[in-house]
């Protein structure tokens, strides 16, 4: 048993606090598989079927909904119940048509935030590095796994409006002053606001972004944390209705 919960389960305890489970209620939970996202920013498709979804009252049946290829990520069927579901992920259940988007609420918990039928075709995703390879092409490196080879210029922190499961870039949002953002860590993480200075450190420090939210509050977070999500308006929903 012990061998076991080290490859495929994880104590409940050790858990990242962003997983909606007690830890108290069993011993051991799955943890998600090596794959596009990372353990401590990811669930199991089994713990999103079971525990968030409540489509299933036990690991036996989600499993089983799971295996039947009833529950589809980024457009694709995921029979995996182990496969790694994380931020702006789009999870569709097409046998009753719900959709939704798995975002950050402002405790750090991933969540499932019911979207309109019509965006189950695209998903947002943060440009995380560029490298230049063959034919003077572009790699670009994404927050959720992909890579993406292309021609056009893109900067670092810029957001691609993707089609998926297609891959193609709809549109891009622009990392730049009056950008709306959605905060997706430290202690303002699901916080939205609009990006008032960018400051760049030419240093060991951590470039911090100054960010005013609708009440006229401001505060400053990591550059990282700050994900566009649109420039007036937000071009995906959200919770809240904002």
């Not at 029979?79 to 931020?87: I, L, R, S």
């Not at 259940?93 to 719900?98: L, R, W």
């Not at 034919?135 to 900067?155: A, E, P, Y």
Request: with cysteine; glycine share 8%.
């Amino acid at each position: 048993m012990a061998k076991m919960g080290s490859r495929k389960h994880l104590k409940r305890y050790k858990a990242p606090k962003n997983w909606p489970i007690h830890p108290k209620e069993a011993k051991w939970t799955v943890k998600p598989a090596p794959g596009p996202h990372a353990i401590e920013k990811s669930l199991s498709l089994l713990i999103v079927v079971r525990d968030i979804l409540k489509l299933a009252d036990n690991s036996r049946e989600a499993k089983k909904i799971i295996k039947t290829g009833k529950i589809w990520v980024d457009g694709r069927a995921r029979k995996d119940y182990k496969f790694p579901v994380g931020f702006m992920d789009v999870i569709e259940i097409p046998k009753t048509g719900e959709v939704y988007r798995v975002l950050p609420d402002k405790k750090g918990r991933l969540i499932t935030h019911p979207i309109p039928k019509e965006n189950v075709n695209f998903k947002l995703c943060k440009i995380r590095n560029k490298t230049t390879i063959k034919k003077g092409k572009t790699q670009l490196n994404l927050h959720d796994g992909r890579n993406l080879i292309v021609d056009d210029s893109f900067s670092v922190g810029d957001i691609l409006h993707l089609k998926v499961p297609d891959q193609d870039v709809n549109d891009t949002l622009k990392f730049e002053e009056g950008a709306m953002v959605l905060v997706t860590g430290g202690k303002h993480i699901g916080e939205i606001g609009n990006i008032t200075e960018i400051n760049i450190n030419y240093s060991s420090n951590p470039n911090t972004v100054v960010i005013e939210n609708n009440k006229k509050d401001s505060f400053i977070t990591l550059k990282d944390y700050a994900f566009v999500i649109g420039k007036d308006e937000p071009v995906i929903s959200l919770p809240g209705g904002k």
